[in-house]
């Protein structure tokens, strides 16, 4: 009596073995190299489109941006409302993260050229127009959770950065770090852009944007 009858959806078994699993940080700290990718103008997208349009639309733009990202061997970390944020260099560190990053980055930008001019065509939808940021620097991976809630997390001051970079950026452009430069710069045409006030940041950073790949070297 006063006890509730209704049985416990979580195998006690398998609840132990979850919470084994919980824990704080793991602290595995690794180099690698960080895009953010953010779609301009989502909000008036939506109101333009409609729910039903725009999630069709967002579907497709969310296909390219992860089989450009796999496409150079990254993984996608997390998906947000118009965006993602990818990492390069893990779980297999990669010598060659930075440049795999710019080329997955540019491959984007082709890509979502074609769906515009393809869109334009079909029913002159409206232009889409992407900006990406990429930074290179030391990251906390680990999992983060609560009861049977476990997350993996990159933490640390470079996914920090490659965010603010990111918002930095030119619609359709790619904006990188000197970090990743110094990586890549053998491998692609960049413009200097010099120094940038970054939000969280004391002293001004270097960025750099994008142009193509270079001539003088062969293809990825």
């Given at each position: ?94 010598e060659n993260a930075a440049q795999r990053a710019i080329r997955s980055a ?53 996914v920090n950065l490659a965010s603010r970079v990111q918002s930095l950026a ?51």
């Amino acid at each position: 009596p006063g006890k509730s009858t209704v049985p416990s959806l979580v195998d006690p078994i398998e609840k132990e073995k979850v919470l084994s699993l919980k824990g704080p940080i793991e602290g595995e700290r690794r180099q690698v190299t960080v895009l953010f990718c953010d779609l301009e103008g989502s909000t008036s997208l939506i109101e333009d489109l409609g729910d039903e349009k725009a999630f069709i639309l967002m579907d497709e733009i969310f296909g390219i941006l992860t089989r450009q990202v796999h496409k150079y061997e990254g993984r996608v970390q997390e998906f947000r409302g118009d965006g993602i944020m990818a990492l390069f260099g893990v779980p297999i560190a990669l010598e060659n993260a930075a440049q795999r990053a710019i080329r997955s980055a540019l491959g984007i930008q082709q890509e979502v050229t074609r769906f515009n001019r393809r869109i334009e065509h079909e029913s002159r939808g409206p232009v889409i127009r992407m900006r990406i940021g990429i930074h290179t620097g030391p990251v906390i991976l680990g999992s983060i959770g609560s009861d049977l809630v476990l997350e993996s997390q990159v933490i640390g001051d470079t996914v920090n950065l490659a965010s603010r970079v990111q918002s930095l950026a030119e619609p359709g452009a790619v904006y990188v770090t000197e970090e990743t430069i110094k990586l890549a710069e053998r491998f692609f045409r960049f413009e200097d852009l010099g120094e940038r006030t970054v939000k969280g940041k004391a002293a001004p950073v270097k960025v750099y944007r994008i142009i193509s790949p270079s001539t003088l070297h062969t293809r990825f």
